[in-house]
Every structure is written in structure tokens, then in C-alpha cells.
């Protein structure tokens, strides 16, 4: 079976796993998984967070962009390309504390986005954290994503000393994901041990 094949299998299987999760153990882990970050010192050194708006079958990160809007960190979200394979990131929230999210829009898919119309694009800087969903991860930081390229390519832009956080359930952890040339890995995987496959 040729690696595209093998791609595919896993994330169809992966994604109906995910969507299988009882609903009370799949918040305790991604509540475990928010607490990772939280004590990391990356997270603590940070200004900025670059996270994602959840779609139904990744870690809702939610409860941890409010904890980074109340430290203070700037906020920022991807917001993708009608027509093209692009991602640019926006400021998720307005520099005033307290203030409610800038005019999120909902995508085609299901997850919010800004509207990108009141900023310009944010790239990360040395103080960011970066913090990206995945259907499959493995140890050594190998990433499959949804297929479409956004964040590898997206990726190509970022400062290659940025750390890259993948989060993921644990049954998202696979032994090894197959990848090609163009696949970025990420620095490290932060998952939970309530979903981990036995």
C-alpha cells in the first residue's frame, strides 16, 4: 500500500475513533491536556499563543486561549484561504482587556476563524508558543494532518528555532505516521492518558 493509501486509512480510522470518545472522558482529557500546557515553561516565557479554533474531532482548546487572554498573551488563529491551500494567522482577540473575540466567522467546515479584515498577518515571534492539532502524531513528532498542506506549508514561514506543540488524544498516538518529504514535525506531542490505545 503506498503512503497516500495509508494516509488516508488513518485518518478515516483515527477521526472515527476521536468522534467515539465518551463525552465525559474526552473533556477530562483535553482538561489534562490544557494542564500540560499550562505548566510548561514555554507557556509561562510565552506573549503569544498561535493555537486553532477546534474542529469536532481535535482537543478543544478553548478553556486555554481564555487562560492566555487573561495573562495577557496576544492570541492569534489561523484563518484559511477560500480557493487556495493558504493559512495566515490573525489576532483572535482586540487589544483591549476583556473585550469579546473580533468578528469570528464560522468556515465552511465547521471551525471559527477571524475575519483577518481588522489586522495584519501575524507571524511568530521569539516569545510565541505554537500550538497545533493533528489526526495522528507519534513520538518523534511526525504529524499527519487533514491532507489539505495548510500548516506544513504555513510552517515553511516560521522561525525553525520556534517550539512547535502538537496536541492530540492519546489514542491519536500512533507507533509511527507515515510522511513525506514535505511534512514539518513538530518539537514535541502533548497528549492525555485517559484515550491512550491499551
Not at 509561562?44 to 498573551?73: I, N
Request: aromatic share 8%.
Amino acid at each position: 500500500m503506498n503512503n497516500r493509501m495509508n494516509k488516508k486509512n488513518l485518518r478515516s480510522s483515527l477521526s472515527r475513533t476521536v468522534r467515539e470518545l465518551d463525552p465525559l472522558v474526552r473533556s477530562a482529557a483535553q482538561e489534562q491536556i490544557i494542564g500540560q500546557i499550562l505548566e510548561l515553561s514555554a507557556w509561562g516565557q510565552s506573549d503569544s499563543v498561535f493555537a486553532y479554533s477546534a474542529m469536532d474531532d481535535e482537543v478543544d482548546l478553548s478553556e486555554l486561549l481564555l487562560a492566555a487572554r487573561k495573562e495577557g498573551k496576544e492570541v492569534f488563529l489561523p484563518r484559511v484561504g477560500e480557493g487556495k491551500k493558504e493559512m495566515a494567522f490573525f489576532r483572535a482577540f482586540p487589544e483591549r482587556e476583556n473585550s469579546p473575540c473580533l468578528s469570528l466567522e464560522r468556515h465552511r467546515l465547521g471551525f471559527l476563524q477571524p475575519s483577518g479584515k481588522d489586522d495584519s498577518e501575524a507571524i511568530p515571534g521569539n516569545a510565541s508558543i505554537v500550538i497545533i492539532p493533528g489526526r495522528a502524531f507519534d513520538l518523534q513528532g511526525r504529524r499527519l494532518g487533514r491532507g489539505g498542506g495548510y500548516y506544513d506549508r504555513w510552517l515553511t514561514r516560521v522561525d525553525p528555532g520556534i517550539a512547535l506543540l502538537g496536541v492530540a488524544f492519546g489514542c491519536q498516538v500512533v507507533p509511527e505516521v507515515p510522511c513525506d518529504p514535505w511534512d514539518v514535525a513538530v518539537t514535541r506531542v502533548l497528549r492525555d492518558s485517559l484515550t491512550a490505545f491499551s
